[in-house]
């Protein structure tokens, strides 16, 4: 393959099963070989007993990359010091097919970047404890403006808002924030809506997205906070899939409120309560529908108990003539599509 890959070639996905010499060869061969490469993809389930020489000395002959996914287990200080000095580099991050537990023995973010690297980049994912989080976040660029968190390991309710104040206070153009808290189950608490606050200061903020092993139980008061902050929302999603039975979740009948409170919303995830009032007495077809909806992402949540014929309610509510809604929802194991 490697002798026919054409000069030009600006789109390259690689799924490596090679064992360690076989991945050197296989770089070394590609070196010189993708002066125009702008997206660069790999996945592997290798994890790299000592940094890729081969790999960094090919990257950095494809100064035109804009975007790069590598497995998480490569993030080690090398390979960033070497995307680092990309020139063009927009996104950084790694496939969520192969997402495995990196520790933070070389997190990459602390041991290689340094000061003046990524000045183009706008969109970072990494994974590592909250803790070493707020230390990455003083290598970042302070124009990154989406950044997604695989979270190994948090303490305290009160580290993460220590995160999200350090957000705060570290990029101001941030528009993007994706969270995956699902890999501590250390903490019984969910995640509160205090801690979400610290988060309101963030104007700008158009797409928020939290996945916990426990559910999100937001009211009205602190729906309508939110929009009031977020004027501009576009994609929420706030732990639609806990992994272990819920003792609640956000009312059904809620659901005209988030259609007032953000008019520009396409993508809305949430764990509904079952055991709540499900009526909407025409409110969701009234002077304020969801006029941008295209996905309701309700998760693992189970029918209403009381009524489970008003699934067709939340199918149907809000629809305008340019609206194509879906709506899925996975109850134990059996699928409910609409």
Request: with cysteine; charged share 20%.
């Amino acid at each position: 393959m490697i002798p026919f890959t054409p000069t030009g070639l600006e789109k390259l996905k690689l799924t490596v099963e090679l064992d360690f010499t076989g991945v050197e060869q296989l770089f070394l061969c590609l070196a010189h070989r993708t002066p125009a490469l702008k997206k660069i993809t790999i996945e592997s389930e290798i994890s790299p007993s000592q940094p890729f020489e081969t790999f960094t000395d090919w990257i950095q002959t494809c100064t035109q990359i804009e975007e790069a996914y590598l497995p998480v287990l490569w993030h080690n200080s090398s390979v960033i010091r070497a995307f680092g000095s990309l020139p063009n580099l927009l996104e950084f991050g790694f496939p969520w097919k192969h997402l495995e537990i990196a520790d933070d023995g070389d997190l990459g973010w602390l041991n290689g970047a340094t000061e003046g690297q990524f000045s183009s980049l706008r969109r970072l994912a990494w994974s590592s404890s909250i803790g070493q989080a707020i230390k990455v976040l003083h290598h970042i660029p302070r124009r990154l403006q989406k950044l997604t968190l695989d979270c190994n390991d948090w303490s305290s309710h009160d580290e993460l808002s220590k995160f999200f104040t350090a957000l705060g206070h570290s990029f101001p153009e941030l528009y993007g924030i994706c969270l995956n808290l699902e890999r501590n189950f250390r903490m019984e608490e969910g995640v509160s809506w205090e801690m979400v606050r610290t988060l309101l200061p963030f104007k700008g903020l158009t797409e928020l997205r939290i996945h916990y092993w426990k559910s999100f139980v937001i009211s009205v008061p602190e729906v309508e906070e939110m929009g009031v902050a977020w004027p501009a929302m576009r994609e929420l999603v706030l732990c639609p899939d806990p992994s272990v039975a819920p003792k609640g979740g956000t009312s059904i009948s809620s659901l005209p409120h988030f259609a007032k409170a953000f008019p520009y919303i396409r993508v809305l995830g949430l764990y509904l309560d079952s055991k709540g009032p499900t009526g909407f007495a025409g409110d969701l077809l009234s002077e304020k529908p969801f006029k941008c909806l295209r996905t309701l992402d309700v998760g693992t949540s189970p029918p209403p108990e009381e009524d489970p014929e008003s699934w067709s309610d939340v199918q149907t509510f809000g629809v305008t003539s340019n609206w194509a809604a879906s709506l899925a929802a996975e109850v134990d194991g059996e699928g409910l599509s609409g």
